[in-house]
């Protein structure tokens, strides 16, 4: 059997080009934090390890098939990928990775770009996949990438760390359950290495605590979650403020996109409910998030049965409107934000999650219907106009301003759910083989 990922990742303090410590620990890869030319730098681990194998360059362009042997400012690695090299008399493989430069210095309330965050989530993913390709390797260090000239701070840098090698290892061993148990992975180390001693030690202790706020979660086999809703929240608009002009948004995009992502701090109290029952554990997170949404859904349904009997307390609106509110602001950002927005766990809980949100402002819509028509209409017809659409007949000899405004509102959410079902659909679809 396996050791658990407890095991399998260790923290320790050094120089990662120490060839001595190499030897101890039976270390036959190390991972190289490289700038995209491969060429190496005068600081930080590329430096040291150019420094320690002499003519590397040449010999990274000897194995890459570069026949002239030229340097250049040619790229060789993009942000957040790997390309693999022998390490000659150093250890058996290097593993060359390009992390992700930060890009929140000065705004501190917005922190870094989503993107940058994700670039350096993919290094760690990179690494691990490159492991799996070569079952042979044993024993792998890794720095912590980006901690150093590309800017990060240390302790968001090892929580990325800790997070992206652990939850690339479960993702291995989950998909390929063989590969993973024919590996001859023993022990990854993260190594943590500064100048001054005083400054490693620290280091050290922070990226100590952070894998204990994991363990609980690792030790259950789960992924582990290294950003709070909120901070994401934040880093999301960093991105849309930072690049969306890269990507073709500009003055009225642009300024929706960033509406819509300041209106969805209105409802933090969702937000800080996963962070608070979730913590850690990405499988927790995702049962309350549809925990969360069923009872999201059973509210309106409660209330309506109570309208039965005529309960129809001030709160009602308010309360229901807000929930409304909430998921059309949602299937808003679904709409107009999946080039920066991760997908869902998979396709099939997407549907069953939108068909739930449906059925929620549907309800939340009959509600807001019968308590506007108080005593004018049953439940039944206010369920039909949630659900169907069919307006109720009021008594009155033409239809008045409130009348339009619900007939507008409600078609306005079906349309939101018809052109994100659309969308997904469309992004999903494959052609399939059938048999004859």
């Known amino acids: 059997m396996r050791f658990g990922l407890e095991d399998l990742l260790l923290i320790v303090k050094g120089d990662i080009t120490d060839k001595k410590m190499l030897a101890k620990r039976h270390i036959d890869t190390i991972v190289n934090a490289a700038n995209a030319t491969l060429m190496g730098s005068n600081q930080g681990v590329d430096g040291a390890i150019h420094r320690k194998i002499p003519d590397f360059n040449q010999k990274i362009l000897s194995e890459l098939g570069e026949k002239d042997g030229k340097e250049s400012r040619k790229l060789r690695c993009p942000s957040g990928k790997a390309v693999v090299t022998s390490g000659y008399d150093l250890c058996k493989y290097i593993i060359h990775v390009v992390g992700a430069k930060y890009d929140g210095a000065g705004e501190l309330w917005l922190d870094c770009s989503s993107s940058r965050i994700y670039a350096l989530e993919s290094c760690y993913f990179e690494i691990v996949d490159q492991i799996r390709r070569k079952p042979e390797i044993r024993n792998v260090a890794i720095p912590v990438i980006s901690s150093g000239d590309y800017g990060f701070p240390f302790k968001t840098a090892v929580e990325v760390a800790i997070a992206g090698i652990c939850n690339a290892i479960i993702d291995w061993k989950n998909r390929e359950p063989e590969s993973f148990e024919l590996s001859a992975l023993e022990t990854i180390y993260l190594f943590i290495y500064h100048n001054a001693p005083a400054k490693q030690e620290e280091y050290f202790q922070c990226a100590w605590k952070v894998m204990q706020g994991y ?176 307006q109720a007949q009021t008594g009155t000899l033409a239809a008045g301003s409130a009348d339009y405004i619900f007939m507008f509102a409600d078609s306005g959410i079906k349309f939101f759910f018809l052109t994100v079902v659309f969308g997904y659909f469309s992004s999903h679809m494959r052609q399939r083989r059938f048999k004859s």
Not at 290 to 305: D, Q, S, Y
Not at 343 to 363: G, Q, T, W
Request: glycine share 6%; charged share 20%.
């Open 215 to 390: 363990l609980p979660v690792l030790r259950r086999g789960r992924r582990v979650v290294f950003q709070k809703s909120m901070k994401a929240h934040m880093r999301y608009l960093k991105e849309i403020k930072e690049y969306d002009e890269n990507r073709g948004y500009f003055f009225c995009a642009k300024t929706v996109r960033i509406l819509l992502m300041v209106i969805r701090l209105a409802f933090l109290p969702g937000m800080f409910l996963k962070d608070l029952f979730g913590k850690r554990d990405w499988v927790r997170r995702r049962q309350f998030v549809e925990i969360f949404t069923m009872c999201k859904m059973a509210l309106p349904l409660l209330v309506l049965l109570l309208g039965a009997w005529n309960w129809q307390p001030w709160l009602t609106p308010w309360v229901i409107g807000y929930n409304l509110c909430g998921t059309v602001t949602y299937l808003m950002v679904l709409i107009i934000m999946p080039d920066i927005q991760r997908p869902s766990a998979n396709l099939i809980r997407s549907i069953i999650m939108l068909f739930i949100n449906y059925m929620e402002v549907s309800l939340d819509m009959a509600v807001l219907y019968i308590w506007y028509y108080k005593g004018q209409i049953s439940v039944w017809e206010a369920a039909a106009f949630g659900l169907l659409g069919n």
